[in-house]
């Protein structure tokens, strides 16, 4: 009975033994995290003050034929570039992409204390109506009025529509080029009907060329070959062409009021 019972006390004493250890060394791991916490949140402080670790270089990289790298630098005041930790990548991003001429910006952090912007600029092809210009991206830009280009192709339509015919100038002109024609301007009307200004630098004539909404370019192949065969030598200059028909085309010449036809049925859209 006395064995059993010292047995039983010391079964006790190692329980309350082995509970001590463990809690002991619960305690120092939560000591010790709770260390790291607090060693950890310091160091943030540290790293994200306003005054340590502050940008001070800004690198700007890029093509440049119409904007200036300081442009880009003044945009950016010293506050905006700050902590390197701290510092609002997407709103530097936003801001210089709000220059007239930024098609788009990288942003990245270069330790320790730079920032690098890769700028790549809009590069205008092609006049939007008359007071705008389409990018080699499709976009529709507004930009300085001081810009020129020479003999930039003026296309009209819808913004939404400004990829199509930025895609279809580059096409047609090269096409009508071959046969000594200059493209001047490209429209799409609302109703997805295509027109086209062109220029015969040989006889200094300005006209217009309406291919409508379908077969577009079994239209302009009719065109081409009417062009060669007739038009280049006619004795008028050509206004306007229509090539809206079936069988042929439609001419208005130059101060004629009427309107030569061959080989043409009814007027189809």
């Known amino acids: 009975m006395n064995k059993q019972r010292a047995f039983a006390s010391q079964e006790k004493e190692f329980q309350a033994q082995r509970f001590t250890r463990v ?12 260390t790291f916490v607090t060693v950890g949140l310091l160091a943030a402080d540290q790293l994200y003050r306003p005054d340590t670790f502050v940008i001070s270089q800004l690198k700007i990289k890029g093509t440049f034929r119409h904007l200036e790298p300081e442009q880009v630098r003044e945009t950016l005041t010293e506050g ?21 001429w930024v098609q788009r910006v990288d942003v990245r952090r270069e330790w320790p204390n730079t ?29 300085p009025a001081s810009i020129e280009l020479d003999k930039a192709i003026e296309l009209n339509g819808q913004e939404a529509d400004a990829k199509r015919l930025l895609q279809a100038a580059f096409n ?38 309406r291919l409508g909404r379908r077969d577009i370019e079994l239209r302009l192949a009719r065109f081409e070959s009417l062009f060669a065969q007739q038009f280049r030598h006619a004795d008028s200059l050509l206004e306007r062409v ?18 030569s036809v061959s080989s043409v049925a009814a007027v189809t859209h």
């Open 23 to 34: 809690m002991r060394a619960l305690l120092l791991t939560i000591a010790t995290l709770l």
């Open 80 to 100: 905006e570039l700050g902590n390197f930790f701290s510092v609002d990548l997407p709103a530097i991003k936003q801001k210089v992409e709000s220059i007239p």
């Open 115 to 143: 920032l690098e912007l890769f700028v790549v600029e809009h590069r205008p092809v092609m006049r939007w109506g008359r007071d705008k210009w389409v990018s080699s991206a499709g976009e529709v830009i507004a930009l």
């Open 172 to 209: 047609w002109r090269k096409r009508l080029a071959k046969s000594d024609l200059v493209l001047s301007s490209v429209s799409l009307s609302a109703s997805q009907a295509w027109s086209l200004g062109i220029y015969f630098p040989e006889r200094d004539n300005t006209f217009e060329l």
């Open 242 to 259: 229509d090539a809206r028909y079936p069988n042929g085309l439609a001419v208005l010449a130059k101060n004629t009021p009427q309107v």
